[in-house]
């Protein structure tokens, strides 16, 4: 059976930073799309950023370009999201997406809460 499993939330202060790290027993792991996601209560989930099967390419939403970076380790079957200069508006449960197509409808794992505090 598949498991994702996200680990690394937290609290932390504006301007902090934060680096989530997700396993994925997906098989084989470096044929997989990997991507971020955040929901807060209310809202719907929103896309982060994601890194195709071969890394080659990351992609970013707007509001995280430049102080997020998504990055992979095949060898250890884990996504990393290193995120600076955090904001308030940051905070939610942060979940990560395993995906052969790349359309997100696969793995997905539990989540992580991340809080940032003004």
């Known amino acids: 059976q598949v498991q994702v499993t996200e680990s690394g939330g937290g609290l932390v202060q504006a301007g902090g930073s934060l680096r989530l790290s997700c396993v994925a027993s997906?098989?084989?792991?470096?044929?997989?799309?990997l991507a971020w996601f955040r929901q807060v209560p209310g809202k719907e989930r929103e896309f982060v950023a994601s890194?195709?099967?071969?890394?080659?390419?990351?992609f970013y939403a707007d509001s995280v370009a430049g102080r997020f970076t998504i990055s992979r380790v095949n060898a250890k079957s884990t996504v990393y999201l290193q995120m600076n200069s955090l904001k308030p508006e940051d905070t939610g449960v942060y979940y990560c997406?395993?995906?052969?197509?790349?359309?997100?409808?696969?793995?997905w794992g539990q989540g992580t809460q991340v809080t940032v505090s003004s």
């Open positions: 890194i195709t099967r071969g890394g080659v390419s990351t």
């Open positions: 997406a395993a995906d052969l197509s790349g359309n997100w409808a696969e793995y």
């Open positions: 997906v098989r084989p792991f470096f044929g997989y799309h």
